[in-house]
């Protein structure tokens, strides 16, 4: 598969990831999704609806990303955008491993015992959480930064994907409408900067090799 392919490919899912993100947050409007809800809640369908969007478009989105790096890889922001990368992605995965306990073991606990909910996130599982807040923040400060230097893409991608980052950070202290309405906003930000970067992907032409070839030939 060539190069451009590659980058088509992964430029249609930074589209379709963060958008199945928005979605969710538009159900999440509809419903509470905290794990401190009503147990009734865990019961609804749109409890499952939520967390199993949220759960696709993280996926997709993951999948995604390597394209984002590789296309700006050969430029000032690679090793920055590396890291920056790589800790997204694995704020992606906590966020993921969340997901799938509240989607699969939380209506379990929900039947049979309700009362070790808000226990079982005073563990380490409350780790998974705090922790794709924190690398998902750290990561997207990093990624501002590798995509303004690097300059393959818009800087105003690398500025959504900071306030997105400081937008989930945020959510930790708010409560549930307010909490919804800025994730709402916080997804929208994702969207409209990976969308960006996913349409400059999926319209590249040249392989990489050959634009860099092309600029050392224009060199004076």
């Given at each position: 598969m060539s190069n451009a392919s590659l980058y088509?490919?992964?430029?249609?899912?930074?589209?379709?990831?963060?958008?199945?993100?928005?979605?969710?947050?538009?159900?999440?409007?509809?419903?509470?999704?905290?794990?401190?809800?009503?147990?009734?809640?865990?019961?609804?369908?749109?409890?499952?609806?939520?967390?199993?969007?949220?759960?696709l478009g993280g996926m997709l989105l993951l999948i995604g990303l390597p394209a984002l790096y590789v296309r700006q890889s050969g430029g000032r922001g690679g090793k920055i955008g590396l890291v920056g990368i790589l800790l997204y992605a694995l704020s992606i995965c906590m966020g993921l491993a969340v997901s799938g306990y509240l989607i699969s073991i939380l209506p379990y606990l929900a039947d049979k015992s309700p009362n070790i909910i808000e226990d079982s996130f005073k563990t380490s599982i409350a780790t998974f959480p705090l922790g794709s807040f924190l690398f998902g923040l750290i990561g997207a400060v990093l990624l501002c930064i590798a995509v303004i230097r690097a300059k393959v893409y818009p800087s105003?991608?690398?500025?959504?994907?900071?306030?997105?980052?400081?937008?989930?950070?945020?959510?930790?202290?708010?409560?549930?409408?307010?909490?919804?309405?800025?994730?709402?906003?916080?997804?929208?930000?994702?969207?409209?900067?990976?969308?960006?970067?996913?349409?400059?992907?999926?319209?590249?032409?040249?392989?990489?090799?050959?634009?860099?070839?092309?600029?050392?030939v224009n060199l004076p």
């Open positions: 088509r490919f992964g430029g249609v899912f930074l589209i379709l990831g963060p958008l199945l993100g928005v979605i969710a947050a538009i159900v999440g409007l509809f419903t509470e999704t905290s794990f401190q809800a009503p147990v009734s809640t865990f019961h609804s369908a749109l409890w499952p609806t939520y967390y199993s969007l949220s759960l105003y991608v690398g500025i959504l994907l900071l306030l997105s980052g400081v937008l989930d950070l945020s959510n930790i202290f708010a409560t549930d409408t307010v909490a919804s309405i800025i994730g709402l906003i916080s997804q929208g930000s994702l969207l409209l900067a990976f969308s960006t970067a996913g349409i400059k992907l999926f319209n590249q032409r040249k392989p990489l090799n050959s634009e860099a070839h092309q600029r050392t």
